[in-house]
Every structure is written in C-alpha cells, then in structure tokens.
C-alpha cells in the first residue's frame, strides 16, 4: 500500500512538473490572431475586466488596416459603430479631423499599439499554434510553438473563451469546427451570384492571345493561364478568390527607396500585360493599378483591371496549408507583386508615360522598417468560413431576410476577386469577379460568429464567420470584422459571468449592452437621430426620400426651389451636458451654397449654417460629417436640430445628426 501511495505522489508530480516544464498559461478569454479583430477583442474583454491574452504569430497588430489597407473599404458608415468606428475617429485626430478612413499603415499600427497600452492587454508575439485539446464540448487548452523556433515562452494556454480573430480560421479548424473553402455552387442557398462567375468587371478585352507565340496552341499557354476548362456558370468550386497586397510606396524623393528586380524575376510572367496594354492603351498608371492617395505622398495600391497585382489562382493551396507552404505562397505573391512594379518602370516594352510616371514611386523609408520596407500581410481575402449555427448568404445582403439576432451590420457590396484565368473561345479571361451593390446596411446574426453547439461551446468567430462565399464578400471588411470582434468579446464574458455556452447567452441582453456600452465603457454614449428614426425626426414641406448615398437606409432632399420645407431632429438626451453636435451630409450634385441649421438647446436657439465648400467627402465614402458645434443640452427632448431650405439656392439635404457627449 505504501509502495502504490509512493508511485502515485511520484506520477502527480511528474504530471505537475511536466505541465511547469509546458509553462502554462490560465486566462479568462485568451484571442488568437493580432489582426484589427484581435486588438479590439483583447481590448474589449480587458476594458469588460477579465484577464486576457493575445496571440499574434508575426510581430506586427492590426492585420490588413495597418498592412496597407489605408483607403478604407466601408460601404456605408452607418454600419460602423462601437469601438470600430472609435478607431477611425482617433486616427482622424492623429489628422485633425473628426474622423478619417484614409491612413498610412503605421499611423494605423500606432493607433492598434494605444488601444492595447490603453487597457493594458497582454501580448505574446511570435508563437502560433500547434493544436487543441476539446473536453465536453469546450476547448480546454490550446497548445502554442514558437513562429521562428526554439522553445514556446507559454506551450499551454487554458481559458474560459476562445476568440479566432485570423484570417485563416486556424483555431476554428483545429477546435473541430465544420468549415468551408470555396465557392457554393447557387443551388445550395437559393442565390444567384455565388458559384463560378464569368462577367465583365476586371475582365480581358476582346481578343486577347492567350498562347505564348499568338494564335498557336502548340506553344503552350502564357503563365498564370489555367488549361481547365470552365465549368458551369453557378456552379460550386473549392475555387479561392485571388490574394494580393496594399502595396505603400511613396513619391516622396527623400522618403523613397527605389524599386528594384526582385530574388527570381521573371518578365515573361507580365507578358499578359503588354497584351492588355497593347489593347486598351492606358493614358496613365491608373490603368493598370488602383492608385489610391494617401496622406504625406503615399499609396494604397489595389488590384485594377485585367492584368494587376491579383496573383489569380495561385493561392488554392494557402487556406488549408501548413505553415511552411502558407510562408512560401506569400513569398510568391510578395515576389510577384513587386516584379509587377518593376516590370512596369523598367520593361522597355511598356510605353515609356507608364515607365516614367512608375519611376516616380519608391517603397517608404518610413513604413514597414522591420521588414525591409514591405508589408507583412498579405491581403488574404477569403479563405476557410465557419459553418456555424446560422449561414449569411445572398438573402440577408439584399434584405429578403433580416435577422433578429444581430450583432453589427455590413453594407459594402457583394464582392469577389477573379478566382481563374482562362481560355474561353480562343482568347484569355478571367472568371470570379463580382460586384453586386444597392442595398442598405444589413444585420449579421450572432449565429453566424458562434460554432453549432455540437461543434464547440467557447469559441467566437467574428472573422472567418459563417456565410456564403458570395455574402462573405459584403461582410469581409476591416471595419466590420472589428465591429463583430467587438461583440464577440462581449459575448465571451456574458457566457462567462452566466456560467454558460456561447449559444445560451441572452442575445437580446448583448444587444442592449452594445447599445448602451458602445466603447466597452462607462462613457455616456453618442446619440444619433437618424431620418429615417419617425420617432425622433418630425418633416414638414416638401423631401422626397433618396437611398444612394445616404448615412443609413436614407436621407431626405429638397430640391432647389421647393416650398418652404424643414426637418427636425430631437434626440431623448439621458444625461444633461455640453454635447458636440455633428450633420451628416451626402455628396449630392447641386448642393446649395448654404444651408441653414437651427441648434435648440432647451432655451435658446443658434443659427449655425453651412456652406457647400466646407464639405469635402473623400475616400469610398458617400459623405462627411459637418461639425454644429459645442452645446449645452437638458436631459429628455426639448433641445433638436432643424435643417430647413430657407434662403437655398440649390438642393438641401437632411440625413442624421450625431450628439458626441464632451466629457469633462
């Protein structure tokens, strides 16, 4: 009996001495990915008092919005709220604006970097993962290896809630999680746009060789064309949208580091450009590139027609590969990416405007300085999505189904990148590519970030979540995937405090809290009254109701000569104080030179107009907030606001006004 008692103190601490040896590490919600999901989820759970920890793989936070993604994909900023919409507004104050979508990759960073000394987030870099353990339904540790190797500064990671804020879906798929890759085919969900896609965006011109020597087939094909044939239009595939990069360079001559041949460059990989070239004869780079401007002489470079920086159908392999394969596809596409830029400025086949004006541009000493001045992210645009316990898709982008149980909005169009290139009637095209707008701002499900109960019962997908292939292109925008993160985090703690599932939460309750918490804090929280918002919004004259462009599903417009016409916004102000007061206007042709505001504070009323001038929308952005003022308002609803066509001498436009409580 002695002997056995003996053995199994010895095996108890072996077990003990095994798992110190592991370095174990016990948080209430541990976040995996440092993308701009990650930061604010860790950011969210810590400002909602529980310990966390945030895994990022690389050494850089903020994923794609501080890895080049500057001009910012939005759709419509009604749908950005919460600590999301935060963050645009303190990257405006590093620009002294009141809120800014257009910036520099490492204003970005700097921003993710406050948010985390703000509240004091825990952050292992340089560690990813290895596998899970599962007990009951619940993942009950993760194991980690470092990224660059060597031994794990924690191997074993235990938490109540587990959030996957990767592009990829890594802790989803490991946890066990039913996922996709590809492409449904339309019959699945009933849609029209999803499946295999040949339509006319991004697309070849008429007539252009796909062969090596034109109009021989013997010669083979040029490189990046596929000899598969074309399935059936709407047709499902494990098919990927392409990958590229932002590409950040600068025209500022003491800021530019010239763009040399890259390791392993090819010019007969661009020999399709000269092609597109030769057809549609490009005045300027804008033909060829995306060439968004950003702030201090920069760029934010997008893939743009035929021939640009998407490396199509090269990356099938990256979703579901091992790290090693995942590190090598991104050295192609990085590689590929920046043989692009010197083919084009030094090919003397290109035509010598497009040389020149290239040769302008150079990478940024001051960006990316850890890693040779090029991002670390690859702009990975789609790759597992969870099947979860309820599936967004086409329907819930157009509005045929709206969701009770929603947890942030989206509103950017449906949207996909070429998947293939091809041969289809002897010339060469490009399959995938969609772009189906016209909607308003949607709700996406809180089912849709939460695995099926049977699948894991603490974990929260707010990136890689469930939807269509074809929905997932409205919904997979930075600012959203930080406004889900959001509610992701805040979930996670409601689970925790009620001792539950992430399923068996009170989703009305979260939605409440995110409504009445939008910063996860104790700050009085912003009123907007919307026009759309009859209860808050009394219209008298002549509006008629537009949709394209609006903040929200719509605003109101008078046209120029209307009778006298007028609509007042009055918000239910909870707690009295000097409120910062903001209009939204939207771009609309014939704006009149002026138009006159009221501001009532409860005893007196302001005159504060505006002048057309004053507005400037830029970026993808239908409009731009216009500052009323400071004011001191009551508690309840005697203060408004009142637009009115008085003295117009052109169109008037009535769409929200935003009440930002100044605090003291």
């Not at 340089?126 to 339904?137: C, I, S």
């Not at 920086?309 to 995942?326: H, S, V």
Request: net charge neutral; aromatic share 10%.
């Amino acid at each position: 009996m002695m002997k056995l008692r003996l053995l199994l103190v010895l095996c108890l601490a072996g077990i003990s001495a095994g798992l110190s040896a592991q370095s174990v590490r016990e948080v209430d919600i541990c976040v995996y990915g440092g993308s701009s999901a990650g930061v604010i989820a860790a950011y969210t759970a810590k400002k909602l008092n529980k310990t966390v920890l945030l895994i990022e793989p690389g050494k850089r936070l903020g994923g794609l919005t501080s890895g080049g993604l500057g001009y910012t994909d939005i759709g419509n900023k009604y749908a950005i709220t919460g600590i999301s919409r935060d963050f645009y507004r303190r990257i405006g104050k590093h620009y002294g604006k009141f809120e800014q979508w257009i910036f520099e990759p490492g204003v970005a960073e700097r921003t993710f970097q406050g948010y985390i000394r703000e509240a004091g987030v825990e952050v292992l870099y340089q560690h990813r993962l290895a596998g899970a353990q599962k007990t009951g339904g619940r993942i009950t540790g993760i194991q980690l290896e470092s990224s660059t190797g060597g031994a794990a500064k924690h191997a074993v990671i235990r938490a109540k809630m587990f959030i996957d804020c990767t592009y990829e879906g890594d802790l989803m798929a490991k946890a066990g999680v039913s996922y996709t890759v590809g492409r449904e085919a339309n019959a699945q969900y009933s849609e029209t746009y999803n499946g295999v896609q040949l339509r006319n965006k991004h697309q070849f011109p008429e007539g252009v060789d796909p062969y090596k020597v034109p109009g021989k087939p013997e010669s083979g094909l040029l490189w990046g064309i596929s000899a598969e044939p074309m399935a059936e239009q709407g047709s499902g595939d494990k098919k990927v949208q392409a990958y590229n990069f932002r590409i950040c360079l600068s025209s500022e001559p003491g800021n530019m580091i010239p763009i040399t041949q890259p390791e392993g460059y090819d010019p007969a990989r661009y020999e399709l450009l000269l092609r597109v070239v030769e057809k549609t004869k490009p005045g300027n780079l804008w033909g060829i590139l995306k060439f968004d401007l950003m702030p201090n002489h920069k760029t934010d470079i997008n893939n743009n027609g035929a021939f640009s920086t998407d490396m199509i159908g090269m990356n099938y392999n990256y979703p579901e590969a091992d790290y090693a394969t995942r590190e090598k596809i991104t050295k192609e596409h990085e590689l590929y990416n920046k043989g692009l830029l010197y083919f084009i400025g030094h090919d003397p086949r290109m035509p010598q405007h497009l040389r020149e004006a290239m040769l302008k541009w150079g990478y940024p000493k001051d960006e990316y300085q850890d890693f040779g001045n090029w991002s670390p992210q690859m702009y990975v645009r789609e790759a597992r999505r969870m099947v979860g316990a309820y599936v967004m898709t086409q329907a819930n982008c157009e509005g045929k189904e709206v969701v009770k149980d929603g947890v942030g909005m989206a509103a950017y169009t449906m949207d996909s990148h070429n998947c293939q290139r091809i041969v289809e009637n002897g010339m060469v095209k490009n399959e995938g590519d969609v772009q189906i707008g016209g909607f308003g701002p949607y709700p996406i499900s809180y089912r849709s970030i939460i695995p099926k109960a049977e699948d894991c019962e603490n974990l929260l997908v707010p990136v890689c979540l469930s939807a269509t292939h074809i929905a997932y292109g409205s919904i997979r925008m930075e600012p959203v995937f930080m406004v889900l993160a959001q509610s992701s985090a805040t979930a996670a703690v409601a689970a925790i405090d009620n001792k539950t599932s992430v399923q068996d939460i009170d989703v009305a309750k979260l939605q409440r809290e995110l409504a009445a918490r939008p910063l996860a804090s104790n700050h009085t929280a912003e009123i907007l009254v919307d026009n759309d918002d009859a209860a808050h919004v009394e219209k008298k004259g002549d509006w008629k109701q537009e949709k394209k462009g609006a903040y929200g599903p719509s605003f109101f417009e008078a046209a120029k000569g209307s009778q006298q016409s007028s609509v007042r916004f009055t918000p239910d102000v909870l707690k009295a104080g000097t409120y910062k007061v903001y209009t939204y206007v939207p771009k609309v042709p014939g704006l009149s030179s002026s138009t006159q505001i009221t501001v009532f504070d409860g005893k007196k009323e302001k005159k504060v107009p505006y002048t057309a001038a004053s507005v400037r929308v830029q970026g993808q952005t239908s409009g731009e907030w216009v500052e009323l003022g400071s004011h001191t308002l009551p508690k309840g609803n005697k203060a408004y606001v009142e637009i009115s066509n008085t003295g117009a001498d052109g169109v008037i436009v009535a769409d929200a006004v935003l009440f930002i409580p100044v605090e003291k």
